[in-house]
């Protein structure tokens, strides 16, 4: 399983506090029932770690690293994008994949503001049912996303004491 060997600290409400914190959620609208569980995931991390959320519908994972660079230059202290992209029978999955990938990999370095990255990419769309944190689902990777990058925004701003 992907989620064997993820770390433990903050994971679901055990102790992150992102009071004061303004956290953007750039969130892609395909594969509905998987991406709205997403960000309801994100949502209900984010609230319970107190965070003020800014919320960024997208069309796409493809469209994630513009917004949340965006998001970050206009003032918010970290991003957390989500995406579902499942693989079909052309090469558009690995393009896809590829450009959110590195595309929000070069945000976070070029802003120096963490991104939580909550982009699935998936065979089929069991994989993503079981990683969206719906009834049943084996992981919630909305809300490790969320709870990733006000981890690191509080790592950041720990070296600046």
Do not use: C
Request: hydrophobic share 45%; glycine share 14%; charged share 20%.
């Amino acid at each position: 399983m992907a989620g064997s060997g993820s770390p433990t600290q903050g994971q679901h409400g055990t102790g992150l506090d992102a009071t004061g914190l303004r956290i953007a959620i750039v969130h892609g609208r395909w594969h509905d029932e998987i991406a709205t569980a997403l960000l309801e995931g994100a949502r209900r991390a984010l609230a319970e770690m107190g965070a003020d959320v800014l919320e960024l519908p997208v069309p796409g994972s493809f469209e994630l690293p513009v917004v949340a660079q965006a998001a970050l230059e206009a003032g918010a202290d970290g991003a957390v994008a989500l995406g579902v992209i499942i693989r079909g029978g052309t090469p558009h999955f690995e393009y896809v994949s590829q450009a959110a990938t590195m595309g929000l990999t070069e945000v976070a370095v070029r802003t120096g503001k963490p991104v939580g990255f909550g982009v699935l990419t998936l065979d089929d769309e069991q994989q993503g049912l079981d990683r969206a944190g719906l009834p049943g689902s084996k992981e919630d990777k909305g809300r490790e996303a969320a709870e990733a990058v006000v981890e690191a925004v509080l790592a950041l701003r720990s070296l600046h004491r």
